[in-house]
Antibody, heavy 118, light 107 residues
């Protein structure tokens, strides 16, 4: 079955760069869009951006200046970089695959908590 | 940017009750709306897409309806595992966005 797994540091210092990787198994990278979504503790969900299997990335305007999403098809991985982080970026970060319809999020990773703190 | 407002914030019901959750959009999203279920410590699970289409494997007690700006998720008879937070999400307007959620709790 389709599985996604986030990995990366759980603690990032303010002003530094948050870096996460999502490893995909059970699904081809091709033909789908791969998203990052976050959820601050006790709060709702915020879509960060997606990347296509061709490498075209699109970002939430609220984060666009700080976000980069990339893809490595050979490793079945895609990655998130968020720079100049503050405490407001503390959240559970999820990677997700679409349903086969863009921007309906069908398969999700378990999520990883990233805390921004010195 | 479309804003999704969910109501009520909390719904207190008993197993076997019917649950009716509302999602209202600040402007029309046609039928491009989804519903997700999230349990504590878990990722959201996609239940319904395009307002009324159940995802494969989702029980028939979950149904969605609506179009334009007003949408409803109905759980016909609550099972113990249905007590969770439910989010709506639209994909019509940029960026895709989620509502604030409705918590369905045991009365």
């Amino acid at each position: 079955q389709v599985q996604l797994q986030e990995s990366g540091p759980g603690l990032v210092k303010p002003s530094e760069t948050l870096s996460l990787t999502c490893t995909v198994s059970g699904s081809s990278i091709s033909g789908y869009y791969w998203s990052w979504i976050r959820q601050p503790p006790g709060k709702g969900l915020e879509w960060i951006g997606y990347i296509s299997y061709t490498g075209d990335a699109t970002y939430n305007p609220s984060l666009k200046s700080r976000v980069t999403i990339s893809i490595d098809k050979s490793k079945s991985q895609f990655s998130l970089k968020l720079n100049s982080v503050t405490a407001a970026d503390t959240a559970v970060y999820y990677c997700a695959r679409d349903l086969g319809i863009l921007n309906y999020f069908h398969y999700w990773g378990q999520g990883t908590l990233v805390t921004v703190s010195s | 940017e479309v804003v999704l407002t969910q109501s009520p914030a909390t719904l207190s019901l008993s197993p076997g009750d019917r649950a009716t959750l509302s999602c209202r959009a600040s402007q029309s999203v046609s039928t491009y709306l989804a519903w997700y279920q999230q349990k504590p410590g878990q990722a959201p699970r996609l239940l319904i897409y395009n307002a009324s289409n159940r995802v494969t494997g989702i029980p028939a007690r979950f149904s969605g309806s609506g179009s334009g700006t007003d949408f409803t998720l109905t759980i016909s008879s609550l099972e113990p595992e249905d007590f969770a937070i439910y989010y709506c999400q639209q994909r019509t307007s940029w960026p895709p966005a989620f509502g604030g959620g409705t918590k369905v709790e045991i009365k």
